[in-house]
């Protein structure tokens, strides 16, 4: 079963707004991380955040993690065209060394 | 190599027939994960190696698909008597830890 599952699955939005996706998942965590993928192919990875960490930022990106309701969000503030991607959460379950991930949610940024 | 290398990029295989997909991980990175994705679809863990452990195996769909790595180098990723069902982009990737994956471009296979 998937560990993660993203929300919403697709998000159309106006460049230069913000971007917010969820990803909810299952059992206890060391990590989670989110990739971007474009074009269906190779993933990239965009950042990780520890169990023990609650935010995170890299440039136009912000991470928040909720263990205690096994959540997570990625904000993209100032959406650009190339952001158009599709956007994955990956977990590893404790005591575990692989990652599960979501569906993903299909992001699209209209110029 | 500067990335992880896959390869074939595009295989159209008949069903019934063998196929077996190569991956090159990055020299140095000791874990390596198979996954597939289905058009559309997330990506499903299929199998991992880690450095000379027995490797996870937990995700392999059946006993048609069975991977091989020597040490830590190249892993093929092999498919006996192949289904339609079987078509997806099968990528792998490669870490030192688990502070983030580096993905191939995946191999594109379709079942015909």
């Known amino acids: 079963s998937q560990q993660g599952e993203e929300d919403p699955q697709a998000l159309s939005i106006q460049e230069g707004e913000n971007a917010t996706m969820n990803c909810s998942y299952k059992?206890?965590?060391?990590?989670l991380q989110w990739y971007r993928q474009n074009s269906g192919r190779g993933l990239v990875h965009l950042i990780l955040?520890?169990?023990?960490?609650r935010e995170k930022h890299s440039g136009r990106l912000r991470v928040t993690l909720d263990t205690s309701k096994k959540s997570s969000s990625l904000l993209i503030t100032a959406s650009r065209a190339a952001d158009t991607a599709s956007y994955f959460c990956?977990?590893?379950?404790?005591?575990?060394?692989?990652?599960?991930f979501g569906t993903g949610t299909r992001l699209k940024v209209l110029a | 190599g500067a990335g992880v290398s896959q390869s074939p990029s595009n295989k159209v295989t008949e069903k019934g027939k063998d196929v077996e997909l190569r991956c090159d991980p990055i020299?140095?990175?000791?874990?390596l994960y198979w996954y597939r994705q289905r058009l559309g679809q997330g990506l499903e863990f299929l199998i991992y190696?880690?450095?000379?452990?027995?490797?996870?195996k937990s995700g392999l769909p059946s006993d048609r698909f069975s991977a091989e790595r020597t040490g830590e180098s190249v892993s093929t990723l092999t498919i006996q008597r192949t289904q339609q069902e079987d078509s997806a982009v099968y990528l792998c990737?490669?870490?030192?830890?688990?502070?983030?994956?580096?993905f191939g471009s995946g191999t594109r296979l379709t079942v015909v």
């Open positions: 990737a490669s870490s030192t830890t688990s502070w983030g994956y580096t």
């Open positions: 059992t206890s965590i060391n990590n």
């Open positions: 955040i520890r169990s023990n960490e």
């Open positions: 990956a977990t590893d379950a404790t005591g575990t060394y692989k990652y599960i």
């Open positions: 020299s140095g990175h000791t874990a």
């Open positions: 190696f880690q450095g000379n452990s027995a490797p996870d």
